[in-house]
């Protein structure tokens, strides 16, 4: 029988989503910033022009999320949209020089919220180990059928 509590998905997803939600927490009080608009940004960050499908993709989003999250940002300023060359109908979005700021700024936040709470419970070892096993469940996902 089916224990929820013990079913690596639900785990994986409850504790997803509280770190989700503190660090989204943060994230809207200081920046302004929705869960889906951040990681719009931090994939946009890397430099890459992207397509909406691409974020759907990379972001792992779906595509009304996606489409919400790109008008909040543009209607902020925040990314821009211009033309596909090898597809007119598609448009790739960018950090503006104001979204690039604004990523800047929210980066290393980001990253010291993280070690704050990665600290909090884990030793250096225990970091690593679980970096390994995510890597190797998310790579197992994708091959087993």
Known sequence: QLNLAEFLPYQLSVASNAVSTRIADVYQARFGLKIPEWRMMA????????????????????????????????????????????DGRSHLLTLTQAGQSLYAEIAPVALEMERRLVAACLTASEQKSLSDMLTRLREAANVIG
């Open 43 to 86: 994939v946009l960050g890397e430099g890459v022009p992207m397509t909406q499908r691409d974020l759907v993709r990379a972001t792992l989003m779906d595509k009304v999320t996606v489409s919400r999250a790109t008008a909040a940002l543009v209607d902020r300023g925040l990314i821009a949209r211009a033309a596909s060359e090898s």
